[in-house]
């Protein structure tokens, strides 16, 4: 996981802060920069994944990556789950 690239003051902070979210699971994956990773998710990396393109992410090699600036959105599901 990369960290964020400048920190979010509390009165401009969005629905989805930079960061991870509560009770979120994430394995065999990259978190590029300032992404923002909503509670409730799992996004689980495997070798037997195809390659992918989604909102957001990509899978290659069965290694999930989150791209710069992402939002992945409460309770979303990505990967071999």
Known sequence: ???ADYFEEPDTICKY??????????T?????????????VVIQGSN?????????????DGIVVVFKDAVIPNNTRIGDV
């Open 28 to 40: 065999q994956a990259i978190i590029d920069h300032n992404a923002r990773i909503g509670n409730n």
């Open 48 to 60: 037997k994944l195809p390659d992918e393109d989604g909102e957001g992410y990509a899978i290659r």
């Open 17 to 26: 802060p930079i960061g991870i979210g509560k009770n979120t699971r994430i």
């Open 1 to 3: 996981m990369l960290g």
